[in-house]
């Protein structure tokens, strides 16, 4: 018996990945997106595509919004406020109520 054929999701390329593309040509044309900045590219444009797949979801469009102000600093070797996002989109989801309590204010 042969094995079904895994389905390939292709991305949804909507107005939000658009947007995003667009801007990447204007700061192309104004020689500041250089190939460092390859991996603020790289997380917008999946942001996008992720929004454009979700539009409901609020969390994906803070995360969205924050990879745009991003990659609108690109050329600036601003890698800082870069690795701040990074790290924000790599962190671990708990529950709220629980770290708070964790930490008490002093």
Same mark, same amino acid.
């Given at each position: &018996? ?11 390329? !909507?107005? %939000? #990945?658009? *947007?995003? /593309?667009? &801007?990447?040509?204007?700061?192309? *044309?104004?020689?500041? &997106? /250089? ?11 999946? $942001? *996008?595509?992720?929004?454009?797949? /979700?539009?409901? %979801?609020?969390? =994906? ?6 990879? $745009?102000?991003?990659? #609108?600093?690109?050329?600036? %070797?601003?890698?800082? /406020?870069?690795?701040? =996002? &990074?790290? !924000? $989109?790599?962190?671990?989801? !708990?529950?709220?109520? #629980?770290?708070? *309590?964790?930490?008490? #204010?002093?």
């Amino acid at each position: &018996m042969a094995t079904p054929a895994k389905r390939v999701r292709k991305p949804a390329h !909507g107005r %939000n #990945r658009q *947007a995003v /593309e667009d &801007m990447v040509v204007a700061l192309r *044309a104004k020689g500041q &997106m /250089e190939a460092i900045d390859s991996a603020r590219l790289v997380a917008a444009q999946a $942001l *996008a595509d992720a929004v454009d797949s /979700e539009p409901t %979801n609020a969390s =994906l469009w803070r995360e969205y919004r924050a990879a $745009l102000e991003t990659l #609108r600093q690109a050329g600036d %070797n601003g890698t800082d /406020e870069f690795a701040a =996002l &990074m790290a !924000g $989109l790599s962190a671990e989801v !708990g529950d709220a109520s #629980r770290s708070r *309590a964790a930490k008490p #204010r002093a």
